[in-house]
């Protein structure tokens, strides 16, 4: 039983790394995308 919880924490803490990574990724890029646009311009 304690094994099983302690999977199970483990396992949302990886979805919760995983998430706050992707995100992290996906802002950088509209960041670089934002500042491309108003270099161009």
């Keep these: 039983m304690v094994v099983k919880e ?5 396992l949302c803490l990886i979805v919760f ?3 706050v990574l992707v ?5 950088t890029l509209l960041e670089r995308k934002v500042l ?3 270099q161009i311009r």
């Excluded at 995100?23 to 802002?27: H, K, L, R």
């Design 6 to 10: 302690m999977f199970l924490i483990f």
């Design 17 to 19: 790394i995983l998430f």
């Design 23 to 27: 995100g992290v990724a996906f802002f």
């Design 36 to 38: 491309g646009y108003i």
